[in-house]
């Protein structure tokens, strides 16, 4: 069972009061501290001193160097099973987030009922030798079969006879192209 509780800011007495929800009597007295927040602090609790006090957020990190990272899911050890997202609430409108889908290992954007992947795309750059009998084939890593464009030497679309052999690996024909000018550009996007 949870043990929920309430806080109470008492101002007269510059103290939190909390209660458990069961109803009872006072269980803690909590004095504010008696400087101002600044920006960027939040109030915690230092056990080492038995009180409250502001904590700088640019404090917070695993080895105390001061950062703006957030770790979502940080005591997660071993293989990951959960997902994780910053929600933002739109009031009647449905919610945005941005999560981590670790069951396909990708991030998804969107409002609730549209959620989608966010793409990934893998780059380079090849020259006539990097082609074997006019064919390059390229290994991008992507898990997907994405969408290619190819530029010339001029950044000049060219469209080429693409063969998807895995999820990871394409090769482009470009035996109609003849010997290739310059430096190509190749763009895959999934």
Not at 44 to 66: C, H, K
Not at 69 to 92: D, E, H, K, Q, W
Not at 95 to 118: C, H, L, P, Q, Y
């Amino acid at each position: 069972m949870n043990n929920f509780y309430s806080l109470y800011l008492q101002t007269s007495t510059n103290q939190i009061e909390v209660y458990p929800n069961s109803g009872l009597s006072v269980d803690y007295n909590l004095v504010l501290p008696s400087t101002a927040p600044t920006s960027n602090t939040i109030l915690r609790w230092n056990a080492s001193i038995s009180s409250l006090e502001w904590y700088d957020l640019s404090n917070i990190s695993a080895n105390s160097t001061p950062t703006s990272t957030f770790t979502l899911l940080s005591t997660v050890t071993g293989t990951p099973s959960s997902n994780a997202s910053y929600t933002v609430n739109r009031g009647t409108s449905d919610a945005a987030t941005i999560s981590w889908n670790e069951t396909t290992d990708k991030w998804e954007i969107g409002v609730v009922g549209a959620i989608k992947s966010v793409g990934r795309s893998y780059s380079l750059t090849f020259t006539n030798s990097d082609l074997v009998s006019s064919v390059l084939t390229v290994t991008h890593n992507l898990g997907v079969k994405p969408v290619i464009q190819v530029f010339d030497n001029n950044d000049v679309e060219i469209g080429v006879d693409v063969t998807h052999t895995s999820s990871n690996v394409f090769t482009l024909n470009l035996s109609r192209m003849g010997t290739l000018a310059g430096t190509w550009e190749l763009t895959a996007v999934g």
